[in-house]
């Protein structure tokens, strides 16, 4: 992958220009470059993030976190939190956050993106993903003794086999997984046997974006070998405005206003600028070229070019809690590592020798959960009718998230996830384990919005609004009704083999609701998975969003948003396989107009 001189990158002329190398920017941008036909330009805040062990080695993920690679957003305090604010981690070099990230890759139900195109967003429905899904992949299949030790099931049909992210399962498996598969299915939790083809409820061994020939992450870096010496990629470039020209009393954008070592720059684009800064950065871009509320506008003192309501607005995240326990002793995990450089060196060792062991491995033991197979009936009937009665979205979207929360089987509305270690051991001669649960369809809703006053490269303020009013009262029940079936498949055996003692919570916690509800609140993070802020709109349109079916940002001609930020619902899954499928589809709607 090659990057480009400022002054390289300022001679040319470009029929795009892309803001955000990043998992969607440079999947768009290599796309668009790939048949020769146009000049694109990549402009990237971050560095290059390619060949760091940080970043390269599987086990390693997490390592990145707070160092020059990771933005370090925090929200604003959230009242509904006691007053606390929360980290927002997010990419910032080539690749964006898939450089960062944790390297699980799954898809939601079918159900979720047909939501999407409920809405009125045509063309974005399961059917109509399932090609760009396979597009961006290549899926190693696990050799056959792994597949049936470990009981590896999936559904090859459904995956792509010559895209340019590479997805294997783990090599290596914890005897672990085995009880964790078991425990899950004696509490009626079935195995999946087909968990990326439009359900993803139950249990299964999960796929990882790591390239099992070299056992390295996979990302979006590696889209852009597609491409050739058409594409230009400018790093440590910090977009500042999108540059709006007047055209026939509406605007177009012709280009782009950028940093780049204190310096300021302007770069045209013939055809089309295309923002792909992610959920956090997209909407303060448009709200610093003019586009957005003019509430928030005037009240930062920028002038209004577009009344764009939706911009910021609808940012939807999933919550999540970890646990805590003391497993037993005979499990290896990362954290023998962590406290035995001997054994550290010897797996670096292994690594670098075979691309095998401890280091190359991911966490792979994952389950949908719907939420009818734990709340018992009466409970969920109260939590309908509380959906039932929330003001304040629209009709239509709330009609949707009813039936998100009636339905029995269509989707895991919980997921939870197991891993052995837990990274600092609280008492190095004992053994730990953590699992993750995280609420699928939040009902709290916030928004990120500029600065009230904004100065250049200033981080935008987040305010998810976790718990916050009659629909975070809804996510609260949820996550306590969740905790306690956390508490049952922490006890399910065989599992229960592997967990010797709960840790945090203490298993005290449980005999009093309020007491599970103060630790929800003080112990909610994120699962960082935001989407939303500049939506598809739908059948609202522009009140309902900032872009429409085909992604170009409502009263502006030129301009389109592709990113996580699109996304008018959240979805039931880690999202970096489904920001990859946007990114595919926006691509070849871009080509189809461009044709036109
Ligand atoms: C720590 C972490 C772990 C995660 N784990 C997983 C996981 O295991 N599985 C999964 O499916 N999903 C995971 N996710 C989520 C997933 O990786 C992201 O949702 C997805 O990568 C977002 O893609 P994007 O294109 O929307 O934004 P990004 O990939 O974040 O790209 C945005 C890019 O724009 C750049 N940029 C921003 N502002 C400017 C500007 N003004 N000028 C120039 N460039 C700019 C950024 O530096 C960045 O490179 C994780 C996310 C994080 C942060």
Redesign the pocket.
């Given at each position: 992958m090659q990057t480009v001189s400022v002054d390289e990158f300022i001679r040319q002329s470009f029929d795009f220009i892309i803001?955000?190398?990043?998992?969607?920017?440079l999947a768009v941008a290599s796309r668009l470059a790939q048949d020769g036909k146009f000049t694109v330009g990549v402009?990237?805040?971050?560095g290059t993030a390619n060949g760091r062990d940080d970043v390269e080695i599987p086990a390693y993920f997490g390592r990145s976190?707070g160092t020059d690679v990771d933005?370090g957003f925090e929200t604003a305090p959230q009242a509904s939190l006691g007053g606390r604010k929360v980290k927002w981690?997010?990419?910032?070099?080539?690749?964006?956050?898939?450089a960062?990230?944790?390297?699980?890759?799954?898809r939601a139900s079918r159900k979720d993106y047909d939501a999407w195109e409920e809405l009125g967003n045509s063309g974005w429905g399961w059917n109509d993903l399932l090609p760009f899904f396979k597009k961006t992949e290549t899926f190693h299949p696990p050799n056959s003794s792994l597949q049936i030790e470990e009981d590896i099931r999936y559904d090859l049909d459904s995956f792509g086999t010559s895209g340019p992210i590479q997805i294997s399962y783990p090599a290596e498996f914890s005897p672990t997984h085995r009880l964790w598969v078991k425990g899950l299915n004696s509490l009626g939790v079935p195995t999946n046997p087909a968990h990326v083809a439009g359900s993803n409820v139950g249990v299964w061994s999960n796929v990882t974006s790591v390239d099992p020939r070299t056992m390295t992450r996979s990302f979006?870096t590696n889209y852009c070998s597609l491409a050739g010496s058409n594409l230009y990629i400018l790093t440590e470039?910090?977009?500042?405005e999108i540059v709006l020209d007047n055209s026939d009393g509406g605007f177009v954008a012709s280009g782009v206003r950028?940093t780049h070592k204190g310096q300021e720059y302007v770069s045209s684009a013939a055809h089309e600028v295309i923002l792909?800064?992610?959920?956090i950065?997209s909407p303060q871009?448009l709200e610093l070229s003019g586009i957005g509320s003019p509430e928030v506008l005037s009240r930062a003192g920028i002038a209004v070019k577009v009344d764009s309501p939706m911009v910021g607005e609808n940012l939807q995240e999933h919550k999540a809690l970890h646990y805590i326990f003391e497993v037993d002793p005979e499990f290896k995990s990362t954290d023998d590592l962590n406290l035995d450089a001997n054994l550290a060196a010897a797996a670096r060792e292994q690594y670098d020798r075979d691309r095998a062991g401890p280091l190359a491995s991911l966490p792979s033991s994952y389950t949908y959960v719907p939420l009818a197979n734990f709340i018992p009936q009466e409970t969920l009937e109260k939590l309908y009718s509380r959906a039932h009665a929330l003001t304040g979205f629209p009709p239509e979207k709330k009609a949707l998230m009813e039936r998100r929360l009636r339905s029995r089987d269509e989707f895991g509305q919980v997921e939870y996830l197991f891993k052995l270690g837990v990274g600092l051991p609280p008492d190095n001669s004992k053994k730990y384990g953590m699992m993750f649960q995280i609420l699928q369809h939040p009902f709290s809703v916030g928004s990120i919005h500029v600065q009230p006053q904004p100065a250049s490269g200033d981080d935008p303020v987040i305010d998810p609004g976790h718990y916050h009013g009659p629909p975070g009262e809804i996510d609260l029940e949820v996550m306590l009704e969740s905790t306690r079936f956390a508490h049952t498949i922490l006890h399910a055996p065989p599992f229960n083999d592997v967990v010797k003692q709960l840790l945090n919570p203490p298993a005290s916690l449980f005999e009093d609701d309020e007491n599970i509800k103060k630790w929800i609140i003080d112990g909610t993070v994120i699962a960082?998975?935001?989407v939303g802020t500049c939506a598809m709109g739908g059948h609202a349109g522009i009140r309902g969003g900032v872009v429409d079916e085909r992604l170009k940002v409502y009263g502006v001609k030129g301009l389109r948003v592709v990113?996580?930020?699109v996304m008018p619902l959240q979805i039931s899954?880690?999202?970096?396989?489904t920001?990859y499928a946007i990114a595919e589809k926006a691509a070849a709607m871009i080509l189809d107009d461009v044709a036109r």
């Open positions: 803001i955000g190398g990043g998992t969607a920017g402009l990237e805040a971050g976190l933005w981690p997010r990419g910032k070099a080539l690749g964006g956050s898939s960062i990230n944790f390297m699980t890759w799954t979006a470039a910090v977009v500042q950028f792909s800064a992610g959920t950065k871009i960082l998975h935001a990113d996580a930020s899954a880690h999202i970096q396989s920001v």
